[in-house]
């Protein structure tokens, strides 16, 4: 049996950064400098007036490598916040996909059926493809384009994970 | 005055100068040209002009380690900018306070592949603790007091901002430091006192603890050195000391154990791996020191007090974590004791310290001088019994076997006084070191302990020497080889010196000479004390070449990838333990 301190998780990471030129690359450069994982990255500003912008990280690791990450990240200078989303209590996520699909005839039905099922949404339409966008978790999307792979999967684009603390604290 | 129209460059030096700064070491270029005529037309700052930039930063970090004060430079775009990046990493991994202003081309030339540009920014950004471009003359004055206050601050560093040529020829107004507001990287500088507090019970309780410090404690300042020893002695333990801790605790303390790690004594590792309790100050359990990590110290409980929270559990989980500034801490940990009337357990005490004695009845780092020979182990421990009683006595070294050996034979009463480049182990460092060191205390005793081949490396700086008649001795250890690589080739690969060899060396006392110092030579055991001698009653820079044993190698040594108790003693020891494939793969 593998020991608990050897257990690699999936952690979803919040960083409040000051929105400056290179802070991503930062982030990102200490990432693949110290040999962490990315799983998936998003960032935008998120407060203009204040110029803050937030950059939310899943990576997985020991826990010995993810309280590095941390630890790591929070010594940035532009860093004012880090926060572990899947340690400090509950928290939602959400993913975003546009997933593009060209069949016709059954198959063309089909995939139109089962985005109805995953409650995603035609952005575009034409005799040959659908865009559908759909919005959930990660293990959502991934069982939808997985669906979608034998009925015509052509393009993918997804923003990956946003994610935000239940409750009334803020980051 | 605050408002008075200046421009860009003389903005920049107004900032300089508010930052205490008094000496910059730098090397002019085109895109700096505005800043040069800036420091041309003044009499507060000094400018120490190097020959290579790479020299800049290694003598910047003397000047900062030998002061506690940032070290400055200056140097100009593209080709100057790259030749910074190894002090720069060497700065980080050492946590040595730098700012180095990088020129840069115009900003509307940047990204176009201008003459002498580089992604300055780009390229420095994983090797310092942070950086900047500044695109606005508005933006110049804020900046450079924010990468003073983040370089000296917390875990100090080095800091890059990088000037385009336009900025710093536009006009603007100065902002001076206290107009500035630093909202930003403010660490943490006192210890959570319930974890103080549970640090001291585990120590107070300990039958077999061990200090074991480092260079943090250097950097928190002189009083962390008093307190640390004052804590030592109030408690009656064993103290080690890392590479770059040496000074923070007396050396002659008969409670010091001598360094620790690779090349460090029987005594001090042994007392690692067999303690109960450890408390580690201001020191990181870099591969050095833990040698294979699994082995590493098992039985100890064991208390981490860094100011960087990235240096708990990185390597070794730790099980009393304190994050705060070494002398905050060790004042809170001194007063606690003290109310607690901590009574260490004198009987475990007694035979902790009888068991210690035994290992340093092995006298690890003993050696024969005998024959025609002189031995590296002798030169220095020479060179140590002329200084020691002398006033001002700072010491660099190069990277290698000499600097093992300077590190295990010259004793450091004091902190500051002893400069070496530790992390990255960078050859070449102690020459522009000394420089730094000579700069910042004109009439201290400044010796760079050298290597033939290290010195090779930044010799043209000789020339800068020579400029400022900075009296630094050069105490050469030539074995001709790249003693440490010599070493590693013998024990690891059979005896197969690749390359290791240094053929076609300077005659360093024609050399000396042509640079308009002095070179000396020592080629017989009874030579060296009367080379010493010499060197020391010169005011003028010294190369001392002092021939020693080609095949000394520098024990005692901990194999990579063996344990502490693996440690070989002498060259006797080498055939019964082969270093394992893992090993191997460290260096």
């Known amino acids: 049996m593998t020991p608990k301190s050897e257990i690699e998780n999936s952690h979803t990471i919040a960083v409040l950064v000051d929105n400056e030129p290179g802070v991503l690359a930062r982030v990102i450069g200490l990432f693949a400098g110290r040999g962490y994982n990315i799983e998936s990255l998003t960032v935008a500003e998120v407060a203009a007036g204040e110029n803050l912008s937030r950059i939310t990280i899943v ?50 039905v089909e995939s139109l059926r089962i985005a109805d099922i995953f409650r995603a949404r035609v952005l575009d339409s034409t005799n040959d493809s659908f865009v559908f966008e759909i919005v959930g978790d990660t293990g959502k999307l991934n069982a939808f384009i997985e669906l979608m792979e034998p009925l015509g999967l052509v393009d993918v684009s997804r923003t990956g994970v946003v994610a935000i603390a239940r409750g009334t604290g803020a980051l | 005055m ?52 790479a020299g800049a ?51 509307h030339l940047i990204g176009n592949d201008a003459f002498q540009e580089a992604d300055t920014t780009g390229i420095t950004r994983p090797c310092t603790k942070h950086n900047y471009l500044v695109k606005t003359v508005d933006d110049l004055a804020r900046t450079v007091h924010e990468a003073f206050h983040v370089a000296r601050s917390g875990r100090p560093g080095p800091v890059v901002v990088d000037l385009p040529k336009d ?33 001291v019970e585990l120590l107070a309780q300990a039958k077999k603890p061990v200090f074991y410090c480092g260079g943090g404690v250097i950097n928190s300042g002189p009083a962390a050195s008093q307190l640390l020893t004052q804590f030592v002695r109030l408690t009656g333990y064993p103290c080690t000391l890392t ?12 409670q010091f154990l001598g360094m620790l790690g690779m090349h460090g004594t029987y005594e001090a590792n042994l007392a690692m791996h067999d303690c109960d309790v450890m408390i580690c100050v201001g020191a990181r359990f870099d591969d050095r020191i833990t040698g294979k990590l699994d082995e590493f110290s098992p039985g100890s409980k064991k208390i981490h007090i860094d100011i960087d929270p990235s240096s708990i559990n990185k390597n070794v989980r730790v099980d ?36 210690i004695d035994e290992w340093r009845a092995k006298d690890c780092l003993k050696y024969t001088q005998k024959g025609d020979v002189i031995k590296p182990q002798y030169a220095i421990q020479r060179l140590y019994e002329a200084t020691k009683n002398l006033e001002d006595v700072f010491i ?144 003028k820079a010294v190369i001392a070449d002092v021939m020693i044993d080609k095949t000394e190698n520098c024990f005692p040594m901990i194999p990579a990838g063996a344990a502490h108790h693996e440690m070989l003693l002498g060259p006797g020891d080498e055939a019964e333990k082969p270093t394992s494939e893992d090993g191997m793969v460290l260096v």
């Open chain 2, 320 to 355: 009393v974590p304190i994050i705060g500034d070494v002398a905050h801490v060790l004042e809170d940990m001194i007063k606690i004791w003290k109310s607690e009337q901590a009574k260490p357990d004198q009987k475990a005490l007694k035979a902790w310290w009888k068991q």
């Open chain 2, 2 to 53: 605050a408002n008075e129209q200046m421009n860009g460059s003389e903005i920049l030096l107004k900032c300089l100068v508010d930052q205490d700064v008094t000496e910059i070491f730098g090397y002019p270029g085109g895109a700096v040209l505005p800043i040069y005529d800036a420091i041309f037309n003044q009499n507060a700052l000094r400018h120490i002009l190097v020959r290579q930039e």
């Open chain 1, 59 to 108: 990576t997985s690791g020991t826990p010995m490598i993810i309280e590095q990450i941390k630890a790591q990240l929070d010594r940035l200078v532009p860093v004012h916040k880090v926060s572990d989303l899947t340690m400090d209590g509950p928290a939602v996520e959400r993913e975003l996909a546009l997933v593009k699909v060209a069949s016709s005839g059954d198959k063309r």
């Open chain 2, 167 to 199: 900025v710093v020829q536009a006009p603007g107004v100065y902002t001076p430091p206290n107009k500035v507001k630093l909202k930003r990287y403010n660490p943490q500088v006192k210890g959570d006192l319930k974890a103080i507090k549970q640090a």
């Open chain 2, 396 to 539: 660099t070294t190069e990277v290698g076997q000499h600097q093992m050996w300077a590190a295990q034979f010259y004793g450091f009463e004091e902190p500051n006084r002893w400069m070496t480049s530790g992390g990255l182990g960078t050859m070449g460092y102690g020459l522009p070191a000394a420089m730094g060191v000579q700069v910042a205390h004109p009439d201290a005793l400044v010796i760079d302990i050298a290597g033939e081949a290290s010195i090779l490396m930044n010799i043209q700086e000789m020339s800068t020497v020579a400029q400022y008649r900075l009296p630094v001795k050069i105490f050469i250890l030539n074995n001709e080889y790249m003693g440490m690589v010599r070493q590693w080739q013998e024990l690891l690969y059979e005896g197969r010196y690749a390359e290791s060899y240094m053929e076609s060396l300077p005659d360093f006392v024609k050399l000396a000479e042509s640079f308009g110092a002095v070179g000396l030579r020592a080629e017989k055991p009874g030579d060296v004390d009367g080379l010493i001698k010499e060197m020391l009653a010169i005011d």
């Open chain 2, 243 to 254: 590479l770059m801790g040496l000074g923070a605790y007396p050396a002659s303390d008969p």
């Open chain 2, 57 to 107: 930063v290694h003598a910047a970090e003397g000047y900062a380690r030998s002061t506690g004060k940032v070290g400055v430079v200056l140097v100009t775009s593209g080709p100057g900018a790259t030749n910074v990046v190894t002090g720069l990493t060497d700065a980080l991994m050492d946590s040595i306070p730098i700012v180095c202003l990088t020129g840069q081309v115009p900003t």
